[in-house]
């Protein structure tokens, strides 16, 4: 599956990258864990049928996403992906 490289600004929240491929009715995001990024599922996105829309972000303090000083708790990270995905 190709994947497209993106990124998105989540008000008030910064420029966040995600990577996206594939289409139709069921979509899948990836939210990764602690020190890594959305790159710890390109081998998973890539095997994944076409059929699927797959969506991975590196959340707040990974990869190129923003790395404020500050707002690390997993309500901030819940947030994150709230906005995200609205």
């Known amino acids: 599956m190709p994947l497209t490289f ?3 600004t ?5 420029r966040y990258e995600y990577v996206e491929g594939g289409a139709g009715e069921t979509t899948v995001l990836m939210l990764h864990g602690y020190l890594d990024s959305w790159y710890s599922f390109h081998g998973m ?3 994944l049928p076409e059929t699927i829309r797959v969506i991975s972000f590196s959340q707040r ?5 923003p790395k404020p000083g500050d ?3 997993i309500a901030d990270y819940a947030e994150d992906v709230i906005s995200f995905a609205e």
């Open 61 to 65: 303090g990974h990869g190129e996403s």
């Open 71 to 73: 707002g690390y708790e």
């Open 45 to 47: 996105m890539l095997a």
């Open 6 to 8: 993106n990124s998105i």
């Open 10 to 14: 989540l008000p008030g929240r910064g």
